[in-house]
């Protein structure tokens, strides 16, 4: 199976009006979630170039929401060795689903920060965080 066939990109609706914004990330129906709960985490990228992740996870799902920003995901299949690149925008919101043994990096591209709300569905275990460069 392809790389891009193995996540899952998931369309949201963002809601606005003079008090600000309203981005439902994860509704409880997206279909894989678990029964537990793992962790929720922000991730914040503070210039140009500034890289977050460039890891993968052997048991981890991942998912991941750019709530301010521009950013490039990088992934690597680390089973077939498969590229594949999304570019995210907070005014187009999708949720990306990566799944374990894939490997994850995001790259601002804009100088303004970005914000990257993430859900994974294992608590951290550092034995499941593998490092590789994508950037």
């Known amino acids: 199976m392809a790389l891009k066939e193995k996540i899952t990109i998931i369309e949201r609706k ?13 509704d409880g129906k997206e279909e894989g ?5 793992g962790e929720i985490y922000l991730t914040h990228a503070s ?4 890289v977050r992740g460039n890891h993968y996870h052997p048991k981890a ?6 709530l301010e920003g521009k950013a490039e995901l990088k992934l690597k299949d680390m089973d077939t060795n498969e590229l594949y690149s999304i570019m995210l925008d907070e005014d187009v919101p999708q949720t990306i689903v990566v799944p374990p043994n894939v490997a994850h990096a995001f790259i601002n591209i804009q100088e303004e920060p970005f914000l990257l709300l993430a859900y994974t569905d294992e608590l951290y ?9 994508l950037d």
């Open 14 to 26: 963002k809601l606005g009006d003079s008090r600000g914004w309203f981005l439902k990330v994860i």
């Open 33 to 37: 979630l678990p029964n537990h709960t």
């Open 47 to 50: 210039g140009l170039n500034q």
């Open 61 to 66: 799902k991942e998912w991941f929401t750019l």
């Open 125 to 133: 275990d550092p034995k499941d965080t593998i490092a590789v460069t």
